[in-house]
DNA sequence: AAACAAATGTAGCATTTACTACATTATGCA
DNA sequence: TGCATAATGTAGTAAATGCTACATTTGTTT
């Protein structure tokens, strides 16, 4: 009650409140595939070929909740894999890894210049970064170029 | 193989890694007791009482998904309630609460002083402030106080 | 080649968060 | 007071992500 006129009150409106918990949730759907893209794209590099096992321990989870994800992973088209064999990326999958990627990096930059250790640079970066819009991470790669 | 000697490689490794990914984990853990507490104390300010379905309309979500948060949250001790009356938080919950607004206008003014339309930062704050660390909430601070 | 060890897969379970459809309780006004 | 509406609660379902215990497959080493 009252506000009945669109005028702006002290506290956040309802709707663009509903609208950043709504885009917050949307967000929180594609976490697994930026963040299994931009591994799986780290250890093949690293190594030749990503196996279910190696990307369970860089993400600190069993082996079968990595082999469940990669699934519906590979269902979602972002990547493919058959019993026994490493898991490969698809273009999409290519594509979201490097722009994953380049967000982390530029993020964790970020975090060093304004003088945060890089230990927690990295833990903070890695569930930040869901998080920012491109529109976000422009100002923040004008902010690193201007200073 | 190879990096058997501690000696740092071009890339993270692993075990710093894995914590990373740990710790976002558990902060997601915590996200619901942090936007839940933070928007009741809210409702209160703003209304007098923060009533289930009040909760729903500016999560943006069912009120049976709110009503079933609710329940567990009282079990962890943040708030309380019971059948047909209003929420109402806790010496926890306000701790929370408190703590976590705070945290969400820093970082929405951080956002806003480097050039971060309003409306884009709103949103982006409400996912991203969950996964900032004290530490790094700190140099932001002082970001803010320099500049 | 057989045995062993490592990697991968399966079965079964739990928690959190989301929904719709329907039931009940409380409130407000006629 | 009583009815209609609003608010709240319940039932039942689903998806994503986590686990342990056990089974199977693959690779290595005698
Ligand atoms: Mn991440
Ligand atoms: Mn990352
Ligand atoms: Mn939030
Ligand atoms: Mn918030």
Chains 1, 2 share one sequence.
Do not use: W
């Not at 860089?58 to 972002?78: D, F, K, N, P, W």
């Not at 064999?85 to 967000?103: D, I, N, Q, W």
């Not at 930059?109 to 819009?133: N, Q, R």
């Amino acid at each position: 009650m009252a506000n009945l006129t669109m005028k702006k009150t002290k506290t956040t409106d309802l709707s663009l409140r509903s609208k950043a918990f709504k885009t917050t949730r949307r967000r929180n759907n594609e976490v697994a595939a930026e963040d299994y893209s931009e591994l799986i794209a780290d250890i093949i590099e690293e190594r030749g070929e990503a196996r279910v096992g190696h990307i369970a321990d860089h993400l600190g989870v069993s082996h079968v909740t990595a082999l469940r994800t990669i699934r519906r992973l590979q269902e979602e088209g972002y990547l493919f894999t058959s019993p026994h064999k490493p898991v490969e990326l698809t273009a999409k999958g290519k594509k979201v890894a490097e722009f994953s990627k380049e967000r982390h990096e530029l993020l964790l930059s970020f975090f060093l210049k304004l003088g945060v250790p890089k230990k927690v640079a990295e833990v903070d970066v890695e569930g930040v970064e869901h998080h920012i819009s491109k529109e976000t991470l422009g100002y923040i790669r004008r902010f690193m170029e201007r200073c």
